[in-house]
């Protein structure tokens, strides 16, 4: 399956961004897709991940801002992302695999499949 993130930009704080990763190939509907952010000098984080079945994980640092979201229909995970913080810059990658369990969701390395990033800019 190959991955395509959008929606990126530069936002002030508490604003809101719809950041969208688009599939193509594969059988999208059985696929794990996760968000994680990468900032310059460090690793990448986990931000969300939903399952093929609709089950939602959440970062700590992003419950009741963010919300994920699929469209099977349209091969697309949607990242809702509301009361932006700062400290929400960074690049936000997305990323699927399939078989994966709820408790691996936060796992970077259980992902084969990554999109190319798309750059999240809040402004305080």
């Known amino acids: 399956v190959q991955l395509q993130a959008s929606g990126g930009g530069l936002v002030q704080a508490g604003g809101s961004l719809r950041l969208s990763c688009a599939a193509s190939?594969?059988?999208?509907?059985?696929?794990?897709v996760g968000w994680f952010r990468r900032t310059p000098g460090k690793e990448r984080d986990f931000v969300a991940a939903?399952?093929?079945?609709?089950?939602?994980n959440y970062a700590d640092s992003v419950k009741g801002r963010f919300t994920i979201s699929r469209d099977n229909a349209k091969k697309t995970v949607f990242l809702q992302m509301n009361s932006l913080k700062p400290e929400d810059t960074a690049v936000y990658y997305c990323a699927a695999d399939l078989g994966i369990i709820y408790g691996e969701m936060k796992t970077s390395s259980r992902y084969d499949y990554w999109g190319q990033g798309t750059q999240v800019t809040v402004s305080s």
């Open positions: 190939g594969g059988t999208f509907s059985r696929y794990t």
């Open positions: 939903i399952s093929w079945s609709g089950s939602t």
